[in-house]
C-alpha cells in the first residue's frame, strides 16, 4: 500500500503509531490557523495525536493525484489531495489534506485546508488547547498574569 493509502488508513483507524515511519524527519505542516508550519517529525507526530483527538466523525470523501511545487524548495513534488469531512466543536468541517512527497515516497510537506471560518475558529481553539494539554506549546494565557 502506498503511502497515502497508508495515511488515510491510519487517521481513519485513529493510530498515531501507524503514522509515524509516513512522514521525512524534517516535515512542514502547514495549518489553517498558524502562518508559520509546524517542522520536524516529533513536532507533526504531537500534532497528529491532538488532531485524531480533535476531529470527530472524520472521513474522506476521495483523493486526487498529480504534482504541484512545495513551499520549501519551490520544486515539483509527487503530491495526493484527499478532501474530507469531520466534526469539531459540533461544527461541520469541510477541507482538504495535500500530502506532498520526497523521492523515497515519504510525505515532505503536509497542507490542511478547512472551511468556513467558524470551523476554522473552533479547529484553532482546539488544536491549541491540545498541544498546550500535551505539552507541546506554552500556554498562551500564562504569559497574561493578572
Known sequence: ???????????????????????????????????????????VLGLFGVLLRVFGDL???GRLDGAA???????????????FRAVVDGKQIHGIDLLQFDGAGR???????????SAVHALGQAVLAGLVADGLVPDPAAGQGA
Open 59 to 61: 472521513r474522506y470523501l
Open 107 to 117: 510525505i515532505k510537506e503536509f497542507t490542511v485546508m478547512v472551511r468556513p471560518q
Open 1 to 43: 500500500m502506498e503511502t497515502a493509502e497508508r495515511f488515510r488508513t491510519a487517521v481513519e483507524k485513529r493510530d498515531l503509531s501507524a503514522l509515524d515511519d509516513l512522514f521525512t524527519e524534517d516535515v512542514r505542516f502547514y495549518s489553517p490557523v498558524k502562518f508559520t508550519p509546524f517542522e520536524g517529525r516529533p513536532m
Open 69 to 83: 511545487e512545495t513551499s520549501a524548495d519551490g520544486g515539483e513534488a509527487p503530491s495526493v489531495v484527499l478532501p
